[in-house]
């Protein structure tokens, strides 16, 4: 066999290596929520492919014991909290950013990326004590507070790159006919800006919906998320049906993955890599 060949049988082994673990991990992880999915449904379930039977008075279950209609209007209000914020923050520090160079410029960016690098408990328990020394721990705004640490540096992160996209010489024009920076952001900057903000905003809605360390240590009894009552569901104290709580677990799944499909619907992930390629 020629050196060629040789080169081209080993592509195909290697390609067909990583088409089968992908293969074998996608199977596993659907595999893990069929289970799931399936056990919600299940009347009884012991040592046989499916269930005795098929019932779904465990969603009604899970909806009146782990009082649903409550954790999911906290966690959308947690989570609109934080879009908002965030967006109405990181936008404005996004132009900073990229308009401006001033020496330490890469050291402030290095700590815009620390949070979204470092592990959230590590900085987590920190945030937690202090929020809970004055007294903010535990309410619906230590959560939105704590979600934000994150998310803010997400949204100038993503920012950055397409506010460097636009002319500096159509703000310019705008300058000279008299536009003070509020006109200029709320008439060319936002409306121009609008599919990077609306991408951002999506996926920090996407991240705060699943983000259980911050949500876990400043949540109290009336303020915890989707994520963080079936936490407390799974492995607080009490007997509770097996079924129950994967109920739970797949309304939970449900809320992430209609987000997820509408964040996708807008946003172009390859777009927006591209467009941090082509800033850097």
Same mark, same amino acid.
């Given at each position: 066999?020629?050196?060629?060949?040789?080169?081209?049988?080993?592509?195909?082994?290697?390609?067909?290596?990583?088409?089968?673990?992908?293969?074998?991990?996608?199977? !596993?992880?659907?595999?893990?929520?069929?289970?799931?999915?399936? !056990?919600?449904?299940?009347?009884?379930?012991?040592?046989?492919?499916?269930?005795?039977?098929?019932?779904?008075?465990?969603?009604?279950?899970?909806?009146?014991?782990?009082?649903?209609?409550?954790?999911?209007?906290?966690?959308?209000?947690?989570?609109?909290?934080?879009?908002?914020?965030?967006?109405?923050?990181?936008?404005?520090?996004?132009?900073?950013?990229?308009?401006? !160079?001033?020496?330490?410029?890469?050291?402030?960016?290095?700590?815009? +990326? *620390?949070?979204?690098?470092?592990?959230?408990?590590?900085?987590?328990?920190?945030?937690?004590?202090? *929020?809970?020394?004055?007294?903010?721990?535990?309410?619906?705004?230590?959560?939105?507070?704590?979600?934000?640490?994150?998310?803010?540096?997400?949204?100038?992160?993503?920012?950055?790159?397409?506010?460097?996209?636009?002319?500096?010489?159509?703000?310019?024009?705008?300058?000279?006919?008299?536009?003070?920076?509020?006109?200029?952001?709320?008439?060319?900057?936002?409306?121009?800006?609008?599919?990077?903000?609306?991408?951002?905003?999506?996926?920090?809605?996407?991240?705060?919906?699943?983000?259980?360390?911050?949500?876990? *240590?400043?949540?109290?009894?009336?303020?915890?998320?989707?994520?963080?009552?079936?936490?407390?569901?799974?492995?607080?104290?009490?007997?509770?049906?097996?079924?129950?709580?994967?109920?739970?677990?797949?309304?939970?799944?449900?809320?992430?993955?209609?987000?997820?499909?509408?964040? +996708?619907?807008?946003?172009?992930?390859?777009?927006?890599?591209?467009?941090?390629?082509?800033?850097?």
């Amino acid at each position: 066999m020629t050196r060629h060949g040789l080169r081209d049988l080993r592509a195909r082994v290697w390609g067909t290596a990583i088409w089968a673990v992908m293969g074998f991990m996608l199977l !596993n992880i659907f595999a893990l929520i069929a289970a799931v999915a399936v !056990n919600s449904l299940g009347t009884r379930w012991f040592g046989t492919w499916f269930p005795a039977g098929l019932t779904t008075r465990w969603y009604s279950g899970a909806w009146e014991e782990f009082a649903l209609p409550d954790v999911l209007l906290t966690t959308m209000q947690v989570v609109f909290a934080v879009v908002l914020i965030s967006a109405c923050i990181g936008v404005p520090a996004a132009y900073a950013l990229a308009r401006s !160079n001033f020496p330490g410029k890469s050291v402030v960016v290095l700590l815009f +990326l *620390l949070p979204l690098i470092v592990p959230s408990i590590t900085y987590g328990i920190p945030l937690a004590t202090v *929020l809970y020394q004055t007294g903010l721990g535990g309410t619906l705004w230590g959560v939105i507070l704590a979600n934000l640490v994150p998310s803010v540096p997400f949204v100038i992160l993503t920012m950055t790159p397409f506010i460097e996209q636009l002319d500096p010489r159509l703000e310019a024009a705008a300058r000279v006919f008299g536009a003070r920076t509020p006109s200029l952001f709320r008439h060319i900057l936002v409306p121009m800006l609008a599919p990077g903000i609306l991408a951002a905003s999506l996926l920090v809605l996407v991240r705060t919906i699943g983000m259980f360390e911050l949500s876990f *240590l400043t949540a109290g009894p009336d303020s915890q998320t989707l994520v963080v009552a079936l936490y407390y569901a799974a492995f607080a104290p009490g007997i509770r049906a097996g079924q129950s709580v994967d109920a739970m677990a797949v309304v939970y799944m449900a809320v992430t993955l209609f987000w997820l499909v509408v964040a +996708l619907r807008f946003i172009d992930p390859t777009a927006i890599v591209g467009r941090g390629r082509a800033a850097g």
